[in-house]
């Protein structure tokens, strides 16, 4: 693996250029361009807050429902846009990947790298919402960049993974949106971790994306330090979905061309 | 040491996998874990079998080879787009390939954003991008649409671009495949220029080609491939000599595109060859618009035939665009059994412009008869390339301009339309 990453360090100029390009498509291709990485996960926020704040009372501990919900969107968007436009990269460029020799996880993990590019936009928005609010914020404020490496980690993983299936079966991108809703009911978006209960945390944890969220919350909103054997927890499933998946990647890049 | 080192080198495609839906397979995977075979053979496709050559740095090879013969699969292979089943390629230094012209572009970018894409997926770095792109730009001569989205570029302006980065890559190596099959003449010999820079300044070339004039200029030694398996190696000439003898007119039952021989026991009289020539009597299947161009029909008649009418039709992907029949001249003849021939059409001036050109080759009872002794579809292929921009027209008419005073002009005044 160690030789495939510094391959990948002598294209990291293709990768930029690529995620420039990337962007430049989404964008000019969708009506509102900029103001849709802003606008999905505020409009979702809206809808939540108004249906468990209103209908169905779900406990947030005090913190008012916009933020509640916002906190964990935005991450679970980046999460979940990376994938949805990751899957079908490298199908969408089968031409290049067919007559010119680069390496091909460039693709996923520039669809990663562009929602990045959205969730950082759609941050300031929060960072407003949190002015607003005038929500207080500790020292443990210091680890919401390892949080992000994190989830970068994770997401680049499953993207590499779901983009290369999907060369080979073409019907995993129908899967995506599907796998994807059942996922995030198994993430403390909608409600707090505190709503599940504790015999069944354990199991529940070994969900990354739960210990994530999680300790966005309590860095974020509660100003409290994430609770370390679930950030633990989370970091080395990551780790270890990013291995398998980045090493069934580079065993299975040598046929795309042949099959694409 | 050689530049390009291919030993051996086999190359199978798998036609059964990929492309399937989830959908199977999971019954597949769990039949295969039970132990229970899946019934049918899987489909294999040896498109290259047991390769093996060198190029030495500062040579040029051309690769030649009727079409599925697995040129492509070379080339791919040694720009490592695709592995080989077994065999070793070993490569020395940056490889560029100009198999397909603007590689990554994308409608909605514009040219120049598109250059820095392409150069960038080329393996140019962004300082190198900057240092090149006016003379890129200035090369593929769009300076007034550089900063216009690409798919509002016709399909030359298009090429142009993308021959025009890949024209400013420095690579060690050089593939080219069947580039220069697209593009007017002058754009050609641009094309051409710069292929002669590279190999004047040393570097290796590989170029895959059908058209016999630009492998003979270019290439120091040639390889002939047939079914993935080299037929003939050696001095350019002769293998070019080889590939026309061989290949020009043969695979009658498969022709160009394999199809449409009528498959029928008793042809009493049956066509064995067709060849295309040049004014010169020799084997081509390049021209240039308007010169002259010789189709032969062997023929070989099994019983007596009676004036049997030979047609060809001249087809591209539009349709026929020229049909002739032996019976317009009055040519008729009989045939006893066993008897050769040759069925010979000359056209004197070949008025089309660029493009693929086919021809359908039979031979009939008679003029208004459809019953058909033989007859072969595709079974020539040729491409044409015109001397000059054609503007979006469809053929060539010879003709010239003058100018000439109003009193010479003729008289008939009642034929002439006057702008209003």
Known sequence: MLTDLRELLAYRELLITWVGRDLKVRYKQSLMGAAWAILQPLSATIIFAIIFSRFVRVPTGGIPYPIFYYSALLPWAFLSSSITFGVSSLVNNMNLVTKIYFPREILPIASVLASFVDFLIASLIFVGMMLFYRVPVGLSIVTLPVLVLIQIVLTVGIVLAASAMNVYYRDIRFVVPVGLQLWMYLTPIIYPVTLVPERFRGLYMLNPMAGLIDSYRRVILKAQWPNPFYLVTAAAISLLIFAVAYTYFKRSEALFADII | MPVIRFENVHKAYYLDRGRGSLRDAIPAAARRLLGRRNGREERVLWALKGVSFTVEKGETLGIVGPNGAGK?????????????????????????????????????????????????????????????????????????????????????????????????????????????????????????????????????????????????????????????????????????????????????????????????????????????????????????????????????????????????????????????????????????????????????????????????????????????????????????????????????????????????????????????
């Open chain 2, 72 to 420: 492509t699969t070379i080339l791919k292979l040694l720009s490592r787009v695709t592995r080989p089943t077994s065999g070793e390629i070993e490569v020395q230094g940056r490889v560029s390939a100009l198999i397909e012209l603007g590689a990554g572009f994308h409608p909605d970018l514009t040219g120049r954003e598109n250059i820095y894409l392409n150069a960038a997926i080329l393996g140019l770095s962004r300082r190198e991008v900057e240092e090149r792109i006016e003379s890129i730009i200035d090369f593929a001569e769009l300076w007034d649409f550089i900063d216009v989205p690409v798919k509002r570029y016709s399909s030359g302006m298009y090429v142009r671009l993308g021959f025009a980065v890949a024209a400013h890559v420095d690579p060690d190596v050089l593939l080219v495949d069947e580039v220069l099959a697209v593009g007017d003449y002058m754009f050609k010999d641009k094309c051409i220029r710069r292929i002669n820079e590279f190999r004047d300044a040393g570097k290796s070339m590989i170029i895959v080609s059908h058209n016999k004039e630009q492998i003979q200029k270019l290439c120091d030694r040639a390889i002939l491939l047939h079914r993935g398996q080299i037929v003939y190696a050696g001095d350019t000439g002769e293998v070019l000599e080889r590939y026309y003898t061989e290949f020009a007119g043969q695979d009658l039952r498969q022709g160009p595109n394999g199809r449409h021989r009528r498959e029928q026991g008793d042809r009493p009289i049956e066509i064995t060859k067709v060849v295309l020539l040049d004014g010169e009597g020799e084997p081509r299947n390049a021209f240039v618009t308007a010169e002259p161009m010789t189709l032969q029909i062997h023929f070989r008649a099994h019983e007596r035939i009676e004036n049997p009418v030979f047609y060809a039709r001249v087809r591209n992907e539009r349709g026929t665009l020229h049909g002739t029949t032996t019976a317009r001249f009055d040519l008729n003849r009989t045939f006893e059994a066993g008897e050769e021939g040759v069925a010979v059409v000359h056209y004197e001036s070949l008025n089309l412009l660029t493009g693929h050109y086919t021809i359908n080759v039979g031979i009939k009872r008679d003029h208004f008869s459809p019953f058909t002794f033989d007859r072969i579809d595709d079974a020539v292929s040729f491409s044409v390339g015109a001397r000059f921009d054609q503007g979006g027209a469809l053929v060539y008419l010879p003709h010239r301009w003058t100018f000439q005073e109003p009193e010479q002009a003729t008289p008939n005044a009642q034929h002439v339309t006057h702008p209003t």
